[in-house]
């Protein structure tokens, strides 16, 4: 049984998914503003997010990303907008899943459990990988390059933990939209490229002066040791 928040201010769609989800096994708690259903995610530390962004004092995106500063709970957000710009945003902001209204309960706890299970399959891979002066512990999400700590976001530790967890292999864009933006449509490699820099930046390197991080021109990149 999970334990799942609902965060909608749609007090008819509010009602209707509570009483589904809990039909199908889950716990479910909500919350009809920003502000409730932060402090709702704070004191109860649900399993997943359920998140809409119209809300009536925030917009859900600021509110996805207060919760990602401060907890790793995954998040769907079931939306009504379905702007292709707007998706891709709110994945990058560090949203797990997006599905657009109207869908069924059983749509949605078929979400909820796929996401449920990829978050098992994270947590199962807790080892550290090494790869020349790079650390990465998954479980503790942490890396670090030849002892120092690097400050990374969500979304470049995924990305970083990819690539090294395929350390001396091609990697395609289409393949780290999938595996780590859950994007798998394709079509937003400006997303990669904009993250690869800031992961080169922190990483101390260049796409022209490369150490780590290799563009196979045509293809992908290649995490690799130093030669």
Do not use: N
């Not at 990303?65 to 957000?77: K, Q």
């Amino acid at each position: 049984m999970a334990h799942l928040l609902l965060i909608e201010d749609d007090s008819a769609i509010r009602t209707h998914l509570l009483r589904a989800l809990r039909e199908r096994g889950h716990a479910v708690a909500a919350s009809h503003t920003a502000m409730d259903g932060l402090q709702t995610a704070l004191a109860e530390r649900p399993d997943l997010v359920v998140l809409d962004l119209g809300l009536p004092d925030l917009d859900g995106r600021e509110l996805l990303r207060m919760l990602r500063a401060v907890s790793p709970v995954p998040v769907i957000v079931a939306t009504a907008r379905d702007d292709e710009t707007e998706i891709v945003q709110v994945l990058d902001a560090g949203a797990d899943d997006y599905v657009v209204k109207p869908f069924t309960a059983a749509q949605l706890d078929a979400r909820i459990r796929a996401v449920l299970r990829r978050g098992a399959g994270d947590r199962a891979e807790q080892a550290a990988l090494t790869v020349g002066g790079l650390s990465i512990d998954a479980g503790a999400r942490t890396a670090s390059l030849d002892g120092t700590p690097l400050d990374l976001t969500p979304r470049e530790f995924d990305l970083l933990h990819h690539l090294a967890s395929r350390a001396g292999q091609v990697v395609t864009k289409r393949e780290l939209l999938a595996e780590v933006w859950q994007v798998p449509y394709g079509g937003a490699d400006k997303t990669v490229d904009v993250h690869l820099s800031w992961l080169r930046r922190k990483l101390g390197e260049t796409a022209q002066a490369p150490r780590y991080l290799h563009t196979v021109r045509g293809v992908g990149v290649r995490l690799s040791e130093p030669a």
